[in-house]
């Protein structure tokens, strides 16, 4: 009975816990979005990209870096999120001519990484097997979007980012399309590409002629369903406490032989 009071009364704990979390997420997203829109810049101060704020970018697509991160699905479809980086215009001048497409040279906050939206797998292809093509227009692009701290992730048990920054690195230019990935993780790409990518993701809003989906979810919110979880197990422990003691109450009212 003890054991059950302990676990009951964590539980709980750990249900307010997450709710304290949703709450700072919650406050996190009303401060970002209450800011004035970003432009970015290459060496952007990191104070300036606050989670959430709006923000654009101008520059070109590098498609030869495009990632796809894999098993995110649209309306019960199985597909891909696509991330491109995109080169400042004008590029940094150690980040090569403004006419570069494919390639960058290192250079301080050059490139941003975006969530450029959402692309179906073929039906009834097996991973890896059918190319997925992504379209990247070309020339300048002016891209409007949300800054967020990472692609949103799916539990992995290999490894944080899904490939190693040499193992990432060999599989650009590969002819099954662009490099799969299980999560997405800035530092992990920007070893891999050589690209100073700056530290924040841009998720892409509005329309783009590139056929991907942007319809993305909201931030979590949910804090009355992990307090309501919270009263439950805690609903238990009292339970399982006034339980104990009826059990000791009647053990010591009980007449002894």
């Known amino acids: 009975m003890l054991l059950i009071i302990a676990v009951t009364v964590s539980a709980g704990r750990w249900q307010l816990a ?54 995110r699905n649209h309306q019960g479809q199985p597909g891909f999120w696509v991330v491109s980086p995109l080169q400042f215009d004008p590029p940094t001048a150690s980040g090569g001519s403004a006419g570069a497409s494919s390639s960058a040279s290192p250079g301080s906050g050059e490139v941003v990484a975006v969530l450029r939206g959402w692309t179906p797998r073929a039906l ?27 692609v949103p992730r799916l539990l992995e048990l290999s490894s944080l980012s899904g490939a190693a920054p040499a193992s990432l690195a060999s599989r650009f230019g590969a002819a099954d399309g662009p490099p799969r990935l299980q999560n997405f993780d800035v530092a992990t790409y920007a070893a891999a590409t050589g690209l100073k990518v700056l530290p924040m993701v841009l998720q892409q809003t509005g329309e783009a002629d590139d056929g991907l989906i942007r319809d993305w979810a909201p931030p979590p919110n949910n804090i009355d369903t992990h307090l309501g979880y919270a009263m439950q197990w805690f609903s238990f422990a009292a339970i399982a406490v006034i339980a104990l003691g009826v059990l000791l109450v009647r053990r010591f009212r009980s007449p002894r032989r």
């Not at 990247?136 to 409007?144: E, F, N």
């Open 124 to 150: 009834g292809a097996m991973p890896g097997v059918a190319p997925v093509v992504v379209r990247s227009p070309s020339g300048v692009q002016d891209i409007q979007g949300e800054l967020i701290a990472q």
């Open 18 to 71: 997450r709710a304290d979390e949703k709450r700072a997420l919650v406050a996190r997203v009303e401060l970002g979005r209450t800011l004035p829109p970003l432009v970015l810049l290459p060496a952007l101060p990191a104070a300036d990209m606050t989670e959430w704020r709006h923000a654009r970018a101008r520059g070109k697509w590098l498609p030869d870096f495009t990632v796809l991160v894999e098993n």
